[in-house]
């Protein structure tokens, strides 16, 4: 009988070559990892989401950008970060939409020096446990995007017409500004700190979905490495969308701003060189 082996590590544990106990390589091999969580109203999920986040990269920490929530969201994050130092709050006035909850997010960040910043919604539509997977990715890579389209539809219950409009919506931006890639209006992405430096936060007006297609494509325009990487997408279980159709009426007339914006250009005309191996 051979003996047992050793428990190999999985993925891109292995990949990397680190330890697979508790995923602490990726920080010591790679930077300081802070995921960005936008809330309004999330009360149900704020607790589970943190403890997910943290089963899947212990050393993660998370910043929740709270719109003064109705619900009381912001009241139980002050409680859930008083107990745990992994855990920070930032409180808006109100709600004044997703883009300037994640500039917001992103200038903290930049303050206090995290090297990997993760764009990700409270409602576990994103999986936390994909966490991992976009570390590996941004390993050769500036920006790292989970698409829900990349070799084949992974989103679950999903009404088609939310289906449908999203689809349409990735032809669209693709068709007008030349960007390659599958899902330009997800929102669980990974920035390398370099990108959120020169993507000039201030200059950054649009809000919904167009607030994901504008930074990915002035961080393409910039010549920055970006790979997407499959993720499955699940509707959320608890709470309500805040997605509206002004929302979606944004983001039509912003993709034709952002190609008149860089001179009619449909590809980048530099490549910034390679990030360094961390
Ligand atoms: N701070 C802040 N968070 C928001 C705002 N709008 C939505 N969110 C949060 O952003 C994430 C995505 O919103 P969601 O309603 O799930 O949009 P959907 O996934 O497109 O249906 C969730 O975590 C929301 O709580 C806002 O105006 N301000
Ligand atoms: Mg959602």
Request: hydrophobic share 40%.
């Amino acid at each position: 009988m051979t003996p047992p082996q050793a428990a190999q590590p999985r993925g891109p544990s292995r990949a990397l070559g680190l330890s697979a106990e508790d995923g602490r390589g990726y920080i010591f091999g790679m930077g300081r990892v802070l995921v960005v969580i936008p809330t309004y109203d999330e009360r149900e999920n704020v607790r589970p989401i943190s403890a997910a986040v943290l089963a899947a990269q212990p050393d993660a920490e998370l910043l929740f950008v709270d719109a003064n929530s109705p619900d009381g969201t912001g009241r139980l994050l002050d409680d859930m970060a008083a107990a745990q130092p992994h855990i920070h709050v930032l409180h808006q006035a109100g709600k004044e939409g997703l883009g300037r909850a994640y500039v917001a997010g992103f200038k903290w960040a930049l303050k206090r020096g995290y090297d990997f910043i993760f764009e990700m919604d409270a409602d576990f539509s994103h999986d936390p446990a994909e966490i991992p997977h976009f570390l590996a990715a941004a390993e050769n890579a500036d920006l790292v995007l989970g698409s829900r389209y990349l070799g084949g539809i992974r989103i679950t219950n999903w009404p088609l017409r939310r289906l449908l409009l999203s689809m349409g919506g990735a032809l669209y931006v693709r068709l007008i500004t030349g960007m390659p890639f599958t899902d330009p209006t997800g929102g669980f992405k990974c920035y390398r700190r370099r990108v959120l430096e020169a993507l000039e936060l201030d200059r950054i007006r649009s809000n919904g979905y167009s607030f994901q297609i504008e930074t990915t494509h002035t961080a393409w325009m910039k010549g920055f490495r970006i790979v997407e990487i499959p993720i499955t997408f699940e509707d959320r279980r608890a709470g309500y969308s805040k997605m509206n159709v002004s929302i979606f009426r944004e983001a039509l007339w912003e993709v034709w701003k952002l190609y008149f914006k860089c001179g009619l250009r449909r590809s980048p005309r530099r490549t910034v060189p390679k990030p360094t191996p961390s």
